[in-house]
Each structure stands twice: as structure tokens, then as C-alpha cells.
């Protein structure tokens, strides 16, 4: 079983929509946790980080990790076109220096 | 402009024939890190470090090498590259390792014939 896991999607939505992303863990050792977007032939660009439980917020974007879960969201408000990417979540751990990705999911917004 | 730079952005090779893809960061970062994309199979680490002459291996460190003699370069060398090499390479780098996030350059896609 993967460390950190991620439904690979895709995920089609209308533009305007409110847009759910969501990583599972297995290792409560995880205390950062970040979600990273990736278009198409670029590199991951970082949109959250977030230390322990909580949320965060973004303009557009909260990021909501439940530690108790083990279980981290990324919720998209007002979905635009451009927001059509592949979005990865990451997390490590307070000890070693190894980040660990989930596989990623697809995201579709449809004008 | 604070990034990572890669190059080349597209390498066609074939193999056995060794190359050597280059990596700097302008951040002043202690960290960098080089992993391959593939589709199914998400990112893999391949070769980190944390410091100047400082390297560890990550998941799937078979046929790479890495060097870091000056903090902002961390080349990636495949000495002998195969077809199974064939892969989207990233490297990125961070402050501080894994108490903070990594930065990603653009990408390397590498085909080996």
C-alpha cells in the first residue's frame, strides 16, 4: 500500500463549481502537507502549504488537512477554465528529508 | 526571478550513450532533489541532497549519478542510459528539506532509443 494515496480522476466540473481534491495517508508521522498544480509539459507549481491540522485559505483556495483522519483537501471556489490541471498533494515528515506525492488527479473545468 | 532551471528542455538520445542533465537554483537553497514523472506511477525520487557534497539516494537511484559541488548546480548523469530511462525528469529544490516546500523547474523529457 501506497503511503499517500489520490484518486487519478479525472474530475470534469462546469466552470463556476466548487472543486474538492482529497489525498489519504497512512503514516501519522506526516506533519507538512502541500498541494502542488501541474499543467501540461510544465513543472509542479506550489498553491498550498500547510503545517498540522487545520485550514488555510488563499484567495480561491483552502486547503484542509484532518490529521485524526489522515486526510488532506483541496477545495477550489468559483472554478475557472484556466484551473483545469493535474493537482498533486505532498507531504513529509518532521524527521528525514523525503517529500512523498500522491499520483495526482485530473481536473477538467468546462467554459 | 526566483526558479530552478533545467536544461535541455527535450533530449532525444540513444543508448549507452552518457549525457548529463544540468540543474541550477537562484534561492540560495539548501535542498535539491531530482525525481522522473511517469504516467501511472506519479513522481519518484531519484537522487536528493542536502548539502554541498552531500547526496542520498531516493527511491529509484539505479543508473543515475549526481554531484553537488557548488550549493546552486546538481546535475543529474546517466552514464549508460537505457530505453526504461525514457521518463519526464523535474528537479526541484527547497530552504530547508522537508520543513519546506520544494520548488520545481520545468522539466527535462528524455527519450532513449
Known amino acids: 500500500q501506497k503511503e499517500v494515496e489520490q484518486d487519478p480522476g479525472p474530475l470534469s466540473v462546469p466552470e463556476g463549481a466548487i472543486v474538492s481534491l482529497n489525498c489519504t495517508y497512512s503514516n501519522s508521522a506526516f506533519q507538512y502537507f502541500m498541494w502542488y498544480r501541474q499543467y501540461s509539459r510544465k513543472g509542479p507549481e506550489l498553491l498550498m502549504y500547510?503545517?498540522?491540522?487545520g485550514n488555510k485559505e488563499d484567495g480561491r483556495f483552502t486547503a484542509q488537512v484532518d490529521k485524526s483522519s489522515k486526510y488532506i483537501s483541496l477545495f477550489i471556489r468559483d472554478s475557472q477554465p484556466s484551473d483545469s490541471a493535474t493537482y498533486l498533494c505532498?507531504?513529509?515528515?518532521?524527521?528525514?528529508?523525503?517529500?512523498?506525492f500522491g499520483t495526482g488527479t485530473s481536473l477538467t473545468v468546462i467554459p | 526571478e526566483a526558479q530552478v532551471t533545467q536544461n535541455p528542455r527535450y533530449l532525444i538520445t540513444v543508448t549507452g550513450k552518457k549525457l548529463t542533465v544540468t540543474c541550477s537554483q537562484n534561492?540560495?537553497?539548501?535542498?535539491m532533489s531530482w525525481y522522473r514523472q511517469d504516467p501511472g506511477l506519479g513522481l519518484r525520487q531519484i537522487y536528493y541532497s542536502m548539502n554541498v557534497e552531500v547526496t542520498d539516494k531516493g527511491d529509484v537511484p539505479e543508473g543515475y549519478k549526481v554531484s553537488r559541488k557548488e550549493k546552486r548546480n546538481f546535475p543529474l548523469i546517466l552514464e549508460s542510459p537505457s530505453p526504461n530511462q525514457t521518463s519526464l525528469y523535474f528537479c526541484?529544490?527547497?530552504?530547508?528539506?522537508?520543513?519546506?516546500?520544494?520548488?520545481f523547474g520545468n522539466g527535462t523529457r528524455l527519450t532513449v532509443t
Open positions: 526541484a529544490s527547497s530552504l530547508y528539506g522537508s520543513h519546506s516546500p520544494l520548488h
Open positions: 534561492m540560495n537553497h539548501e535542498y
Open positions: 500547510t503545517y498540522s491540522s
Open positions: 505532498a507531504m513529509t515528515k518532521n524527521t528525514g528529508n523525503q517529500f512523498y
